[in-house]
């Protein structure tokens, strides 16, 4: 199986753009779906871009998804970066057989 | 509106046995794989289970194969987790999660912690 690499920490002033990555350790990124979560402490997480780089209804335009196949990473960039957005983000895509993989979790503190 | 409810979480004894329901809306049911999802306390998300739309294909992270058992009610909306042999390391937050396409929806959460 494969891994989903994430840095542990990024962060970035408020209204500056932030990106985060998630490197897939084996297999094209590209093979399968690459999801995005949002997790504020002490809540569930919550999907900003599924399917690579589709919004779901209700999330700004500031958040967007792409994928790279010459780095066989994911990206998930935050412009315009609020205090709100300060959260772990989470990459997850899927294995050969349809199971989760999860990247480990990106801690964005704006400051 | 997609809704995932979550409940049976609790206290229990290592060795010990619960069983998680999830309590799906607002979507057709059968036509998505579902999936379990738990979070250990300060760690990352962990992927623990999926079982397909009609419930005839399931799949377990290596951790828990063998102990614990996914099921669905197609007919009552529900989605299920059997956990038996629990251990002191299968406490964290379940979640349910929707699979399949379009955007991944997520429950609440529920407690499971396994302490003597």
């Known amino acids: 199986n494969f891994m989903l690499t994430q840095p542990h920490s990024v962060s970035e002033s408020p209204g500056k753009t932030v990106t985060i990555s998630c490197t897939r350790s084996?297999?094209?990124?590209?093979?399968?779906?690459v999801q995005w979560y949002q997790q504020r402490p002490g809540s569930a997480p919550t999907t900003v871009i599924y399917e690579d780089n589709q919004r779901p209804s209700g999330v700004p335009d500031r958040f967007s998804g792409s994928i790279d196949s010459s780095s066989n990473s994911a990206s998930l960039t935050i412009s315009g970066l609020k205090t709100e957005d300060e959260a772990d983000y989470y990459c997850?895509?899927?294995?050969?057989?349809?199971?989760?993989?999860f990247g480990g979790g990106t801690k964005l503190t704006v400051l | 509106e997609v809704q995932l409810v979550e409940s049976g979480g609790g206290l229990v004894q290592p060795g010990g046995s619960l069983r998680l329901s999830c309590a799906a809306s607002?979507?057709?049911?059968?036509?998505?794989?579902m999936s379990w999802v738990r979070q250990a306390p300060g760690k990352g998300l962990e992927w623990v289970s999926t079982i397909s739309g009609g419930g005839g294909s399931t799949y377990y992270a290596d951790s828990v194969k063998g102990r614990f058992a996914i099921s669905r009610d197609n007919s009552k909306n529900t989605l299920s987790l059997h956990m038996n042999s629990l251990r002191a390391d299968d406490t964290a937050v379940y979640y349910c999660a929707r699979d399949g396409s379009g955007s991944p929806n997520w429950g609440q959460g529920t407690l499971v912690t396994v302490s003597s």
């Open positions: 607002g979507f057709t049911f059968s036509s998505y794989a």
């Open positions: 084996s297999g094209s990124i590209a093979s399968n779906y």
């Open positions: 997850q895509s899927y294995d050969s057989s349809n199971q989760r993989v």
